[in-house]
Every structure is written in structure tokens, then in C-alpha cells.
């Protein structure tokens, strides 16, 4: 089966430093969403990407987190400086791309800003 | 603008049916459905789209009111295996933006 990607699965790191996530999506969608998921806030959306063009990262605090794609095959994302509320599990989910298709969700990475 | 789930939580015995309702203000082009057990990934169940199409999978059934912007999902006689959380994305199609906003969430639990 086909599924996405993300390393690594668990990061603890001192607040300050910079977190990098990364996302393989599966091989021949087009479109690449992040998202954070809390207790307090449920699955947030981050940003996504579409032909790895980025779409809407409205959702994304702009001065301390940015999401690229380099290739179709990798997504990243990174926070700096990081600060003990970033902690989360960060997911990132690829689709075929237009409305209606289903996420693929990779299996998140847990990060820990201490 | 998130979409609310109703109910919050559930706890059902082995065998018994369950309704979780997601509803949005806002005008929906269509809705998803996740299962997310602890620990994992959200795993998709199914998708209803506007006209009445619906893909998704066969034990799973779900419907979609387009004037009442509300969908529903219908877990018929529960399994201990449906026990997670539930979640409902919606999606606001306006052209070029399939931006999936997911509810807060429905936390089934089955119980032998």
C-alpha cells in the first residue's frame, strides 16, 4: 500500500531551536496539506500546497513557521525559533488533488519544545 | 470556520447503532469522514459530495443535507474495532480551494 511519509516520528527539543519536519506524499498526488493536532484545538490546518505551489497558509504563524516543497516528493516544514506551545503532533496528508479526494495522512511527528 | 460535531462522546455496547452529526453556517461542497484511533494517523472513511455522490467504504454509511449543510454517519451494530475518534472535514468549494476544515471531533468508545 501506498502511504506518506514524515520523519521523525518523535523530536524533543530545548525552546529556540529550529524543528525541521519532513513529508514524502504519495507517489502521484498533487496536493499536500499540514496540519497540527491538540487537545485544545483539535486538526488545525497549517498550510497546503497544490503542484507545489502553496495555496493558503493562513493558518500558519508566519514568524516563526514556513512550509515548502523543494520536489513533488518532499514537503517540509520548520519552525524557528521553536516555544513549548508549538508542541503538537504534526500530520501531514497528500490527495490526488480537486475537490472531493480523499486525505492520506502520514503518521505524524510528535514534537516536544521544552 | 470549523464545523461542530454532536455528540462530544459516546460509549455504545458491542452490537448497538450510533448517529455522530457534523453541521456547518456555511455553504458545503462536501464532507469527509476520518476514524482516528489512539495514537495513529486519521484513516478515511468516506466523502459526500454535492449532487449526492458519496465515495467511500461499503460498511460505512453517511448522508448529506445540502440545505441544512449537515451530514451524518451511521454506525450500525458497532464492533469493538469502531471504537476512536471521528472526526468530519468540510470543504467550501470555491474554485481552486479544497481547503478540508475538520470538526473538533466525536470520541466513540465500544465496550463488549
Known amino acids: 500500500d501506498a502511504r506518506v511519509t514524515q520523519t521523525p516520528r518523535h523530536k524533543v527539543t530545548e525552546m529556540g531551536q529550529e524543528v525541521t519536519m519532513r513529508c514524502q506524499p504519495i507517489?502521484?498526488?498533487?496536493?499536500v496539506f499540514w496540519y497540527r493536532q491538540t487537545m485544545m484545538q483539535g486538526l488545525e490546518l497549517l498550510a497546503y500546497f497544490r503542484n507545489r505551489a502553496p495555496l493558503d497558509d493562513s493558518g500558519m504563524p508566519k514568524d516563526r513557521f514556513s512550509a515548502e516543497m523543494p520536489d513533488a516528493t518532499l514537503a517540509t516544514l520548520k519552525i524557528q525559533p521553536s516555544e513549548p506551545r508549538d508542541s503538537a503532533v504534526y500530520f501531514c496528508?497528500?490527495?490526488?488533488?480537486?475537490?472531493?479526494?480523499?486525505?492520506?495522512f502520514g503518521n505524524g511527528t510528535r514534537l516536544t519544545v521544552t | 470556520q470549523q464545523p461542530v460535531q454532536s455528540p462530544q462522546a459516546v460509549i455504545l455496547r458491542e452490537g448497538e447503532d450510533a448517529v455522530i452529526n457534523c453541521s456547518s453556517s456555511?455553504?458545503?461542497?462536501?464532507v469527509h469522514w476520518y476514524r482516528q484511533k489512539h495514537g495513529e494517523a486519521p484513516v478515511f472513511l468516506m466523502i459526500l459530495l454535492k449532487g449526492g455522490e458519496q465515495k467511500g467504504h461499503e460498511k460505512i454509511s453517511a448522508s448529506f443535507n445540502e440545505k441544512k449543510q449537515q451530514s451524518s454517519l451511521y454506525l450500525t451494530a458497532s464492533q469493538l474495532s469502531y471504537s476512536g475518534t471521528y472526526f468530519c472535514g468540510t470543504e467550501r468549494a470555491n474554485f481552486g480551494n479544497e481547503k478540508l476544515t475538520f470538526g473538533t471531533g466525536t470520541r466513540l468508545t465500544i465496550i463488549p
Open positions: 456555511k455553504a458545503l461542497y462536501s
Open positions: 496528508a497528500s490527495a490526488r488533488g480537486g475537490v472531493g479526494s480523499p486525505l492520506h
Open positions: 507517489l502521484g498526488h498533487n496536493t
